[in-house]
């Protein structure tokens, strides 16, 4: 049974994409810590990351690269964050976070709750520097 992850990516879920290519899917979180916040998974379904294989988990990263970079100009921050924690959903993941302190990127925070509009408005932003 495909997970949420995979649902997302085959369309079956509705999400503010961010990239795509034969590999990988982006998105913007829709829990996210803060504006910004985007999700880079890879296409096929496995659960850590160190699982993923060397080629293609060089290709992350090579993918999220340009991504990092828009989320860094589109939002007030000191830079992009990534953190890979993998405990919410059984599908490798990493998260962007646009960041000017280090508790930006504690998980342990309350979740942002953004409108359709908001969300829309994010999305627009990333993509007008991506």
């Known amino acids: 049974m495909a997970g949420i992850f995979s649902k997302i990516i085959a369309g079956e879920i509705p999400s503010y994409k961010i990239a795509e290519n034969e590999n990988f899917y982006a998105f913007l979180d829709i829990f996210p810590l803060v504006r910004g916040h985007v999700l880079v998974i890879p296409k096929k379904e496995i659960d850590k990351i160190f699982d993923v294989d060397d080629s293609l988990l060089a290709e992350w990263l090579v993918f999220a690269k340009p991504i990092g970079k828009a989320i860094e100009k589109a939002f007030d921050c000191n830079r992009c964050g990534i953190s890979v924690v993998g405990l919410e959903v059984p599908h490798a993941h990493m998260h962007l976070v646009p960041i000017s302190t280090s ?21 627009q932003k990333i993509l007008a520097n991506l």
């Open 103 to 123: 508790d930006d990127l504690n998980f342990t925070r309350p979740k942002l709750k953004l409108g359709e509009e908001e969300m829309k408005e994010i999305q």
